[in-house]
Nanobody, 127 residues
Framework: QVQLVESGGGLVQAGGSLRLSCAAS????????IAWFRQAPGKERDIVAA????????YYADSVKGRFTISRDNAKYTVYLQMNSLKPEDTAVFYC????????????????????WGQGTQVTVAA
């Protein structure tokens, strides 16, 4: 299995930027598609973005298209989420997750397909 640790969250003003990191350890990193999900208080955990093993397949939720960019560095076993033009509605706990079955095919946007999860990092965007 793979272990995931998120970092990079914090408090930022609306319009600002943050870069989240998801560091993986354990099994071969390139065997996994990686996604970022987020969960705001009282809401469901929803997908934000996903990337397959070689970065050729990505997915973005409509709400973040044009503002967020997912990328990965396989040599460093790390996936990044660059978040620009942040809005108060982006406030949530952000989680990264790993999916082995869709590593080599178009990524999945389904939460149920992601087997391994990190503990999350809080992102707060002040108005």
């Amino acid at each position: 299995q793979v272990q995931l640790v998120e970092s990079g969250g914090g408090l930022v003003q609306a319009g600002g930027s943050l870069r989240l990191s998801c560091a993986a350890s354990g099994r071969t990193f390139t065997n996994y598609a990686i996604a970022w999900f987020r969960q705001a208080p009282g809401k469901e955990r929803d997908i934000v973005a996903a990337i397959n093993w070689n970065s050729k397949s990505t997915y973005y939720a409509d709400s973040v298209k044009g503002r967020f960019t997912i990328s990965r560095d396989n040599a460093k076993y790390t996936v990044y989420l660059q978040m620009n033009s942040l809005k108060p509605e982006d406030t949530a706990v952000f989680y990264c997750a790993a999916d082995r079955r869709h590593a080599f095919v178009p990524v999945s946007s389904r939460k149920a397909d992601y087997e391994y999860w990190g503990q999350g990092t809080q992102v707060t965007v002040a108005a």
